[in-house]
């Protein structure tokens, strides 16, 4: 059982930057495939950004695409989303996922993610 904790939500100009981490508690949280979703209102989970552990490849949506980056410090068992550009229609709960069976045809869809952490809310102000 992998339990993940996200920070670093907040609230933001549009234009801003907000760094999101994931904590995990499993030692062995580096030989996880990882994903970060978001969820606004009345809209469904969409996927934002994932890494794979086996490669290191990195996968963003487009819509974020050369604006966050995703890292890891398996060292802190610790997964990061660097959001630089913030623009409102980033505003959502943002959430962290672990698993360590998907593929690059999967990565993208919420349903193939075991572990969850509670969400934090980014919110960027106009």
């Known amino acids: 059982q992998v339990h993940l904790v996200e920070s670093g939500g907040g609230l933001v100009q549009a234009g801003g930057s907000l760094r999101l981490a994931c904590a995990a508690s499993?030692?062995?949280?580096?030989?996880?495939?990882v994903g970060w979703f978001r969820q606004a209102p009345g809209k469904e989970r969409e996927f934002v950004a994932a890494?794979?552990?086996?490669?290191?490849?990195?996968h963003y949506a487009d819509s974020v695409k050369g604006r966050f980056t995703i890292s890891r410090d398996n060292a802190k068992n610790t997964v990061y989303l660097q959001m630089n550009g913030l623009k409102p229609e980033d505003t959502a709960v943002y959430y962290c996922?672990?698993?360590?069976?998907?593929?690059?045809?999967?990565?993208?869809?919420?349903?193939?993610?075991?572990?969850w952490g509670q969400g934090t809310q980014v919110t960027v102000s106009s």
């Open positions: 499993e030692r062995t949280f580096g030989r996880y495939h």
């Open positions: 996922a672990a698993d360590s069976r998907i593929t690059i045809a999967t990565m993208t869809t919420a349903g193939t993610y075991d572990y």
């Open positions: 890494l794979r552990w086996s490669d290191g490849s990195t």
